[in-house]
Nanobody
Framework: QVQLVESGGGSVQPGGSLRLSCTAS????????MGWYRQIPGKDRELVAT???????HVDDSVKGRFTISRDNAKNMVYLEMNKVRPADTAVYYC?????????WGQGTQVTVSS
């Protein structure tokens, strides 16, 4: 079992910044990929960014140039630095880590971008 706990969500004005954190614990694969997804009510959960233990990363085009993913392997943590946020970034953000047999998700953290 793997547990994921997100933090750092909240309300921010357009153009502002926010930093999300996620801590993983439990039976974490030595080599893994951790990522961030987001979901708006009534829509499918969508990928935001992922990074593996070697530092290889992927960032969705919708946030490229504005959001940065990073991680601290020693602490089993992954971060999402959100800059120049837009109202369209409003969503519940989920941390994710897949293992050999299932996908694990955090409880989600709400990000609201509004003036």
């Amino acid at each position: 079992q793997v547990q994921l706990v997100e933090s750092g969500g909240g309300s921010v004005q357009p153009g502002g910044s926010l930093r999300l954190s996620c801590t993983a614990s439990g039976s974490i694969p030595t080599r893994n990929t951790m990522g961030w997804y987001r979901q708006i009510p009534g829509k499918d959960r969508e990928l935001v960014a992922t990074m593996d233990t070697d530092g290889n990363f992927h960032v969705d085009d919708s946030v490229k140039g504005r959001f940065t993913i990073s991680r601290d392997n020693a602490k089993n943590m992954v971060y999402l630095e959100m800059n120049k946020v837009r109202p369209a970034d409003t969503a519940v953000y989920y941390c994710n880590i897949p293992t050999w047999d299932k996908q694990y998700w955090g409880q989600g953290t709400q990000v609201t971008v509004s003036s």
